[in-house]
């Protein structure tokens, strides 16, 4: 996939670097890649840093495979700013961190529309929180629910007893696996795929690019299946300390990363989900998936009462921008999440 850059990004890159060069300053960017320095995601960054010269900033780049050892890091100081899941996100910027939400966006068009508010200049107080501020949100992906036995993933009922892998400091996916019955087996971004492949777990939610990335092939064998129901949308987010950074640094990256991001990020994440094979895949009838969107709109109003997982501000927005695309939900009537949406 993206194993070169392109060369409009290149000399994008190259001509700002030579208008901004009298004014640099040295800065770390933490890179959170499963892959490490040969991952996408890392390769994305590097045209980013080639961007952030024109505002000044020289990001060194520092490759990490364990997204808790580049937040701990960021967390102590050792890094100017990192690049994270925005699950990960959420305990550093409550907000922006609450766009990957269980099954709130549809489609990445609903996404699209919610990262082009989040980066406007109007939302920016809302992207900045004590010494944290939001530089810029790039789509990771759906996320689906892969099982070694694909007669249990169309109905969610049929989850009740499972074991179902946990990524640490996902509390929705815990309070959904609870609503079904399931039990919790708690996982970090770099055991999850193992612990499915070796069938220490009977089921794990992951996006598209786990499929050949983590080699879940492995585990899905001959009798396995990937639900075709979105289960959320990852987002890769950049966060700054920002006052190591000029005034207007985040706002100016944020809108750059949505203006030229989006595209670079939706090309690996169709060329990733276009790799796992048809036969794989599960559609649910529409009765079926009715039920499963009841199932996930409970979850979340139990996670909108509770108030301490979501803002319940991004709630209410992705509730909005839901029903403009599903309008006939039973939810979009309904007094949840804030309060009806039609």
């Known amino acids: 996939m993206l194993k070169k850059l392109t060369h409009a990004a290149l000399l994008t890159g190259a001509l700002a670097f030579s208008n901004g060069a009298a004014a640099m300053v ?155 019955g399931g039990t919790v087996m708690p996982a970090s971004v770099s055991t999850f795929a193992g612990m499915f492949n070796s069938k220490s777990a009977d089921l794990s939610y992951a996006p598209g690019f786990a499929y050949q990335a983590l080699e879940m092939y492995k585990g899905l064998g001959e009798n396995g299946g990937i639900l075709r129901y979105n289960l959320g949308i990852l987002t890769f987010q950049v966060t700054l300390h920002h006052d190591r950074f000029p005034a207007e640094f985040a706002q100016q990256s944020r809108t750059w990363v949505y203006d030229n991001m989006w595209d670079v990020g939706m090309r690996v994440v169709e060329q990733a989900e276009a790799a796992i094979p048809t036969k794989y895949w599960v559609d649910l009838s529409a009765d079926k998936e009715a039920r499963y969107n009841s199932m996930f709109s ?21 509730k909005t921008i839901r029903c403009r695309e599903l309008p006939d939900n039973a939810e979009c009537t309904r007094d949840t999440e804030g309060g009806p949406a039609i």
């Not at 900045?128 to 694909?150: C, M, Q, T, W």
């Not at 979850?299 to 992705?318: E, H």
């Open 26 to 180: 040295d800065r770390t960017l933490c890179v959170f890649d499963v892959v490490g320095a040969n991952g996408d995601t890392y390769q994305m960054m590097k045209q980013y840093v080639l961007a952030a010269q024109q505002w000044g900033v020289n990001f060194k780049l520092k490759p990490y495979t364990d997204e808790a050892l580049a937040k701990g890091d960021f967390m102590a100081g050792h890094c100017d700013a990192v690049e994270l899941f925005g699950i990960a996100t959420r305990s550093i910027l409550k907000f922006p961190g609450s766009l990957d939400m269980m099954a709130a966006l549809p489609t990445y068009d609903g996404l699209n529309t919610a990262i082009a508010a989040l980066s406007a200049p109007n939302a920016a107080p809302l992207m900045k929180d004590g010494k944290y501020e939001n530089a810029g949100i790039i789509p990771g992906g759906k996320v689906y629910l892969f099982s070694h036995d694909r007669n249990t993933l169309d109905d969610w009922e049929k989850l009740a007893g499972k074991r179902i892998t946990v990524i640490s400091e996902d509390e929705q996916a815990v309070e959904m696996i609870k609503y079904v």
């Open 298 to 318: 409970d979850v979340r109003q139990r996670l909108y009462d509770a108030d301490k997982v979501y803002s319940r501000r991004m709630q209410t927005m992705l």
